[in-house]
Nanobody, 122 residues
């Protein structure tokens, strides 16, 4: 059974940085795609970043160069380095994975983690 476990969330002051990590287990080989999504209070889930097995990345428009997604293909770990955080980045951040498709649309993904909370106080 596939499990995605996120870690690294917390509270950080505006302008600060956090690194999220997602470890995948229970899957043989590498997923074609792994991605980060987030859900802000009262909002729908939105795509933050994705990275496929070929190394191609996509970011949500709101990222504006502040975040970097990386994968350790050998260890099946996905990370998200977030810099210059803003109160609007307060959200639950979710890791997702799929065997065939990629991108920043949530409908693509079959596997999901439970989420980790990121809070940036005003």
């Amino acid at each position: 059974q596939v499990h995605l476990v996120e870690s690294g969330g917390g509270s950080v002051q505006a302008g600060g940085s956090l690194t999220l990590s997602c470890e995948a287990s229970g899957y043989k080989g590498n997923f074609y795609c792994m991605a980060w999504f987030r859900q802000r209070p009262g909002e729908e889930r939105e795509g933050v970043a994705s990275k496929n097995r070929d190394g191609e990345t996509k970011y949500g428009d709101f990222v504006r160069g502040r975040f970097t997604v990386n994968r350790d293909y050998g260890a099946n770990i996905l990370t998200l380095q977030m810099n210059n955080l803003d109160p609007d980045d307060t959200a639950s951040y979710y890791c997702a994975a799929d065997e065939y498709l990629c991108g920043v649309f949530s409908a693509v993904y079959l596997y999901w983690g439970q989420g980790t909370q990121v809070t940036v106080p005003p």
